[in-house]
Every structure is written in structure tokens, then in C-alpha cells.
């Protein structure tokens, strides 16, 4: 399986701009560098923080954006998104539970996109019956392998402002990950870095914004990141996984003015 992620757009409304970028344009940027270079792939992931601020005019500006990207997209909440007007102007994409939640089902394994959003929190969350769900789809999938993919990840990156924001009670998560024992990786984003490494036996990777990147800062304050923005094209078989990351042509960003 060719499988591509993106993640944390961002979107304004169309014209803003959001620490010197415009989002919109970042992100038409890369949807363009997909087409030209992995149409072939079998799913393109958007893993969370799709808007900004869960604006009306961000969601239908993203609408407009797929409506003219052919390889086949789910798309993925994070804690700038709103569920319900997501729901609303996306009917036709996968959910479940009234979760933005799905399955595929590849030649080469079972994906499970999860929803960890937890409204009014920054902090990520799964509740009672998003984890009964996610326990019943890795049982379904049995002896094959399984791929996570959520926004907000349940592992420490040793940059405390992001930590105290990651995935909530992630031991309950973990509890139902090792009866299983059945997931090969957990792709997430939230933190607008590239991170490889792995989370109690489990591989793991975060993955860049296609607009802003947080700094490689282990101190208690967060500062705008200047790496250039990226997606990652995943590759699945029987002998593994392997995720090249990629930063893709965007343009120079505008100047940050300060206050």
C-alpha cells in the first residue's frame, strides 16, 4: 500500500494568513505536488487541525480544494476543529459512532483513523465509546496488521508545552492496543515536527504542518518553527513500513510583523 499524510493545515478563511502564510495556498501547493507525484497512491490521510478556528468559509474552502484532487482523501479532526459543522459540509465522509472515525481496508493490512478530538480541550481524548470502537476494529482484523493513524499522539516528545496537550489517558489506549498486539505503527500530527522513534514496543511518527512548524525548543515556551513544510509518503508490505518524509515547493512565506 501507497499511503500519503498530511496534516494540520490550518485553513483560514480563504486570503488570511496565519504566521506570515497563507494556509490555503500551502496547502493547494502540496495537494498539487501529490497529483503530479503519488496519484497512484491508494489513500491520502489529512490527520487533524484541518481549520484554524472551525470557520464556516475554512471548511468550504477546503471542499472547493478536494473537489479538484483526484487520488481518494479521508479526512481527520484535530482541537481546531469543529465535529459538527466538519459533519455538516462533509456528509459523504466516512464517520462512525457520530465520530469522524473509519476503516480501510488494504491488500497489505487494515488502516483505523481515529477521532481524538475532545471539543473546548487542547488536549486530545478517547472516550468510552470511541475506545469500545477502536477495540472492536482491531478484533475484526485479527492475525492482520493494523496502522493507526490519529491526531493527537498518546507518546511524550520531551517538549513539555506539546506534552501536556498530547492524547489523555493514554494507558487505557494502550491497554487495549496490547490485548490486541496487532499495530505496526501510530502516524499522528498535532506537533508540527518530524519524530520517529517508538512508544512502548509500538513504531510511531509525527509529522510537519503543510503551514507552520513548532521550534526545536525542550524549554517550557513554544516558538514558530522556520523548517519548510512537508508530507510523508508511506509505504506498506508484508516486510514492513517506511515513511519518507517530504517537503514540498510552497513559496516563501510573508514576513511576520510584530505586535
Not at 502540496?30 to 489513500?43: E, F, P
Not at 476494529?137 to 496537550?165: C, G
Amino acid at each position: 500500500m501507497k499511503i500519503i499524510q498530511l496534516s494540520d493545515p490550518h485553513l483560514m478563511a480563504p486570503g488570511g494568513l496565519l504566521y506570515g502564510s497563507d494556509p490555503l495556498a500551502r496547502l493547494e501547493a502540496c495537494l498539487a505536488d501529490i497529483g503530479r507525484n503519488h496519484a497512484d497512491a491508494d489513500l491520502v490521510v489529512i490527520s487533524g487541525d484541518l481549520t484554524n478556528d472551525g470557520e464556516r468559509a475554512a471548511y468550504a474552502a477546503l471542499r472547493e480544494a478536494l473537489a479538484r484532487f483526484e487520488p481518494p482523501c479521508r479526512l481527520m479532526l484535530g482541537n481546531h476543529d469543529d465535529r459538527a459543522l466538519f459533519l455538516e459540509m462533509f456528509p459523504g465522509m466516512p464517520a462512525e459512532c457520530d465520530f469522524v472515525q473509519s476503516v480501510f481496508d488494504g491488500g497489505d493490512g487494515r488502516l483505523i483513523l481515529l477521532d481524538t478530538l475532545d471539543s473546548g480541550h487542547v488536549e486530545g481524548r478517547l472516550c468510552a465509546a470511541r475506545l469500545d470502537w477502536l477495540d472492536e476494529k482491531l478484533h475484526e482484523a485479527r492475525d492482520r496488521p493494523v496502522f493507526l493513524f490519529m491526531h493527537h499522539p498518546p507518546f511524550r516528545i520531551h517538549m513539555p508545552v506539546l506534552d501536556k496537550v498530547r492524547l489523555a489517558d493514554a494507558d487505557a489506549f494502550h491497554d487495549i492496543l496490547r490485548r490486541h498486539g496487532n499495530v505496526g505503527h501510530i502516524f499522528a500530527g498535532h506537533v508540527h515536527r518530524l519524530i520517529a522513534g517508538s512508544w512502548r514496543g509500538i513504531p510511531v511518527s509525527t509529522l510537519r504542518s503543510t503551514n507552520h512548524q513548532s521550534a526545536l525548543d525542550f524549554s517550557d515556551s513554544w516558538r514558530l518553527g522556520h523548517e519548510p513544510p512537508a508530507c510523508a509518503v508511506i509505504f506498506i508490505d508484508a516486510d514492513g513500513v517506511v515513511v519518507h518524509f517530504h517537503d514540498f515547493e510552497a513559496g516563501r512565506p510573508e514576513p511576520v510583523k510584530g505586535p
